[in-house]
């Protein structure tokens, strides 16, 4: 399922009814003539299908989150300590779906932002192995755009990923597409 197949979802207004969890992700972007954007690897842990990915900071909305925003903000600052405020949104991108191969579908809010300087990462080892800060040149460079097997339940399929410098893995399924959809949201 695309988020073009889904009902749209308000991310700043209350969460609708429904069996659908629903989370939020910050691609952050640093402003300059070749932007940097921050992934994270998440850290290894059998309870999460994701241990291990390549991911964009975030996670699920909580019922104390006023909306996805703030789920998108209080996830970012646990996560990786970045302190994002709404002076920093520069918008909303379309709404993603998760785990809909898992039969788990989630409707995920990402949002885009950007500060002028690197900020200071304070990682939460629980969640977050490590960061990596790349070019916007780097991650839409066709050299680094390969077809690669990367699900351990699936290791006869191959998937579109973004190869990371140093051999620490790719970026594919949900943060690529979330990524796909964004680079293709600034052709328009």
């Not at 209350?14 to 910050?26: D, I, K, S």
């Not at 789920?71 to 918008?91: M, N, S, Y």
């Not at 070019?135 to 290791?155: F, K, T």
């Amino acid at each position: 399922m695309s988020s073009r197949d889904s009902t749209p979802i308000d991310p700043s207004g209350p969460t609708p009814a429904g069996p659908e969890a629903l989370a939020a992700v910050a691609l952050i972007r640093v402003r300059g003539p070749d932007p940097e954007y921050l992934l994270l690897r998440r850290a290894a842990n059998p309870n999460d299908p994701w241990s291990g990915h390549f991911a964009l900071p975030g996670g699920r909305r909580e019922a104390s989150d006023r909306n996805l925003l703030d789920t998108c903000i209080r996830e970012t600052l646990e996560e990786c300590g970045v302190r994002l405020g709404p002076g920093d949104l520069i918008r909303e991108l379309p709404l993603a779906v998760a785990g809909g191969h898992m039969g788990r579908p989630m409707g995920v809010a990402p949002f885009l932002f950007e500060v002028a300087t690197k900020p200071e990462l304070l990682l939460d080892a629980g969640e977050i192995a490590e960061a990596h800060w790349l070019a916007q040149s780097y991650l839409l460079d066709p050299a680094n755009r390969v077809r690669a097997a990367m699900s351990a339940n699936h290791p006869h399929l191959d998937f579109p990923c973004i190869r990371i410098a140093g051999n620490s893995g790719a970026i594919w399924g949900f943060t690529y597409g979330v990524l796909e959809a964004f680079w293709e949201s600034t052709r328009k």
